[in-house]
């Protein structure tokens, strides 16, 4: 495999009024070009700080990011990021926003038509045409999500970078989503990392599972290679029994790791961290539930 991405034994360690708290231990991944990656782990064991260090967001104290071989330690509009929590600017419109990124993108390089065109097109590629002179105030947190979605995709980055995109959406919203964009990486072939709690959309949409362990000093736990064929059908792959077998591995893993949840340089706060994924590991095969969990997750 020709290594497109590689986060390099990547330590960080940051700053707290207690002294100082390693996140991460030596995360090590080499990820080819048009790899589709999801990391997988229990609330706060690190998986939003590899990203956000892929990102160039953060520094890592140890190792580092390389990139079609040339080191990066900032951001770029060639690692285009979906955060956990949309980050629209309020004052713009959904519109406006993906405008912002664009021009940053495509400034002397679309005209301003063809950028009206492409602006609308990714809107219309996550099902925002209808309000997309509406400001985030204005649209549901699924909707804000979307256009933060349509907004990373439309700067064309060859590495998208997702922290659990669909979590807070609706069942059907979340499978349409996960359908287009499978569909936008066959066709663009970009890189992709994913933070995902949902056991189904990892196996789903990924070639490889990167399941971390608990932290303080979090790491690489276990690698699954997901080698179903692509295209994938979620509906045909409910009843194979290899996607079925893939399925259970992953949920094998975090149960482990739930079991050995308790460190004891844990803040009350992680604890608390904790035990909401703790229901969320249990309600895997309950999706309302996982769902509820998710909504009260994101109104936390
Ligand atoms: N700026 C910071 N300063 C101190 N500690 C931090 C900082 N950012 C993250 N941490 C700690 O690092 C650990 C990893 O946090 P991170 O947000 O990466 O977890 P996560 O796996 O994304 O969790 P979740 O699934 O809940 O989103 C946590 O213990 C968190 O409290
Ligand atoms: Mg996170």
Not at 145 to 164: C, F, K, S, Y
Not at 187 to 192: G, Q
Request: hydrophobic letters at 40%; aromatic letters at 4%; charged letters at 25%.
């Amino acid at each position: 495999m020709s290594i497109h991405l590689d986060i390099d034994h990547v330590s960080i360690e940051f700053d707290t009024p207690k002294g100082k708290f390693k996140a991460l231990d030596s995360v090590n991944l080499k990820i080819a070009k048009g790899e589709f990656v999801s990391l997988i782990g229990h609330s706060g064991c690190g998986k939003s700080t590899v990203l956000n260090i892929v990102a160039g967001l953060l520094k890592a104290t140890q190792g580092g990011i390389v990139l079609d071989g040339k080191e990066v330690d900032e951001p770029g509009p060639e690692r285009a990021v979906v955060f956990q929590n949309h980050s629209l600017l309020p004052w713009l419109t959904s519109y406006q926003n993906v405008e912002l990124a664009v021009k940053q993108v495509f400034k002397g390089k679309k005209s301003k038509a063809e950028m009206k065109e492409w602006i609308e097109h990714n809107l219309k590629l996550v099902h925002m045409e209808h309000a997309m002179h509406k400001k985030p105030s204005e649209i549901s947190g699924g909707m804000k999500q979307r256009v933060g979605i349509a907004r990373a995709l439309a700067m064309q980055p060859t590495v998208l970078l997702m922290d659990e995109p669909f979590g807070a959406l609706d069942a059907l919203t979340r499978s349409h989503l996960q359908d287009s964009l499978m569909e936008i990486q066959n066709t663009l072939h970009n890189t992709v990392i994913m933070i995902t709690h949902d056991v189904d959309e990892a196996v789903l949409l990924s070639d490889r599972i990167v399941m971390m362990t608990n932290g303080p000093s979090a790491t690489v736990g276990e690698i699954l290679h997901v080698d179903l064929p692509r295209p994938r059908e979620r509906l045909a792959l409910a009843d194979d029994p290899h996607y079925n077998h893939l399925r259970a591995e992953v949920l094998r893993f975090l149960h482990e790791r739930h079991a050995k949840k308790d460190t004891p340089t844990r803040s009350g706060s992680e604890v608390k961290k904790a035990s909401v994924s703790e229901t969320k590991v249990s309600a895997e095969n309950h999706p309302t539930e996982q769902k509820d969990q998710t909504a009260s997750r994101v109104a936390a």
